[in-house]
């Protein structure tokens, strides 16, 4: 059996058991895909990710959800990041290109003087596409009713990177409440029904945040809830630039806050500005170290 050594990151968060979880295992090209699968299943988080060599990049990184892999994901780049630069695989660089399935994507990395380091990652042009599902049906697969969900703001997959249902919220009294029942999403999302459910509403817990979420997984990733979501948060500042505030001042900057109901409260922020018919999509987070796991294969 071989031993591997999984580095536990918090993303999002300056706190350990808060944020989004990550798995990141630094000798990616040394496995195969069948046991980088593994490795994601037997860990349990809702991604491990798996820098590896690129030949059109700085580096290459691989997402997998325990069921299956991932094209994206914001927060394990985050957590991958954070790992290089903390551990001194990247030295003192302050940029990054990195191959991804949805395109070669730039990073910067920025040191405070209080010793933080900020990631920023650009995110795949956003994308739309019409819901033209059950809103009741909608509602209850989550737990609510159709009477919670926004009257004026529609109901969109949106992806900067990974395809998600953006669902706007009337109060945020109501995101307590949300109970996903994940294997009825696939018949209700029929236009994707490989998407995830991402609630959101204009109302917060933290006044100086601008946007409140929860993100629930889909049922063939394995999970149920993504703590904070880095590419759900992309794509919901590019819906806010689009279908909330369409004469918005560049760069428009969101603070966007998540899994505050679950015990695992999340910021991310997102920066939007125009680009040709389109946004440019950027956010910034940071990560901490929690601890190593070690997973055996093969047993």
């Known amino acids: 059996m071989k031993s591997i050594k999984v580095h536990h990151y918090d993303a999002f968060s300056k706190k350990p058991d808060k944020g989004n979880p990550a798995g990141v295992v ?3 090209d040394e496995l195969t895909d069948a046991e980088m699968q593994e490795i994601a299943f037997k860990l349990g988080f809702n991604e491990t990710s798996f820098p590896v060599k690129s030949e059109v990049a700085d580096l290459k ?8 892999e991932m094209n994206l994901c914001g927060h394990a780049t985050m957590a991958t990041v954070y790992a290089l630069k ?10 990054l290109t990195i191959e991804t399935k949805v395109g070669i994507l730039p990073v910067t990395i920025k040191s405070t003087p209080e010793g933080e380091v900020h990631i920023t990652m650009k995110q795949a042009p956003p994308k739309f596409k019409e819901f033209k599902g059950s809103k009741q049906d ?28 953006l669902v706007p919220i009337k109060k945020l009294n109501t995101f307590k409440k949300m109970k996903p029942i994940n294997k009825e999403f696939p018949s209700i999302l029929k236009e994707m029904p490989e998407a995830s ?5 204009m109302e917060t817990y933290d006044i100086h945040a601008d946007m409140h979420a929860r993100h629930f997984s889909s049922p063939y990733s394995g999970t149920v809830e993504d703590a904070v979501t880095g590419t759900a948060s992309g794509v919901m500042g590019a819906f806010y630039a689009k279908y909330i505030d369409s004469n918005f001042q560049e760069p428009l900057n969101l603070l966007i806050e998540q899994g505050q109901e679950i015990d695992k409260d999340g910021q991310v922020l997102v920066q939007v500005s125009k680009i040709n018919n389109s946004f440019d999509v950027e956010i910034t987070g940071n990560a901490v170290y929690v601890k190593d796991i070690h997973i055996l294969l093969g047993n």
């Open 86 to 95: 903390s551990t001194g695989l990247i030295r003192n660089k302050t940029s």
């Open 197 to 201: 459910v991402h609630p959101f509403c």
């Open 138 to 165: 909608l509602a209850n697969s989550i737990g609510l009713k159709e009477s919670d969900l926004h009257d004026d703001l529609p109901i969109l997959y949106g992806s900067t990177g990974a395809w998600t249902l």
């Open 26 to 28: 630094l000798n990616g």
């Open 61 to 68: 990184i691989r997402f997998f959800t325990p069921g299956h």
